[in-house]
């Protein structure tokens, strides 16, 4: 019965997440379809046409009745993590909340 209740409210976390995560994902798209790159553009917006090295930006909440939807974020951001250093990828975390920040730091490899 516990973890059915678990089960039960997770699920309802991923519903109430679903329209965040529907106009998060709208936002950057606009964001990316509007960008225009100049000859000033920073590198790091426009791309220098490698895929040596990979960005990623990990948002959180700090809000505690946002624990699913968190730590949803943060188990896909470390899976991605994972596969691109396997992949022999050089990996940049950048992380927005306290539960990103704690959580990819342990991902991230030494040095």
Do not use: F
Not at 5 to 33: D, N
């Amino acid at each position: 019965m516990v973890a059915a209740s678990k089960l039960r409210r997770a699920q309802e976390q991923a519903q109430i997440a679903q329209p965040y995560a529907e106009r998060m994902a709208g936002i950057l798209s606009r964001l990316a379809a509007n960008y225009v790159a100049t000859t000033s553009s920073p590198k790091l917006l426009t791309g220098t046409g490698k895929d040596q090295v990979h960005l990623l930006v990990v948002v959180t909440s700090d809000a505690a009745w946002r624990a699913a939807s968190n730590s949803n974020s943060v188990r896909e951001a470390r899976r991605v993590i994972r596969q691109l250093l396997a992949d022999g990828k050089e990996v940049k975390v950048l992380t927005v909340g306290r539960k990103a920040k704690t959580c990819c730091a342990a991902t991230r490899p030494a040095g």
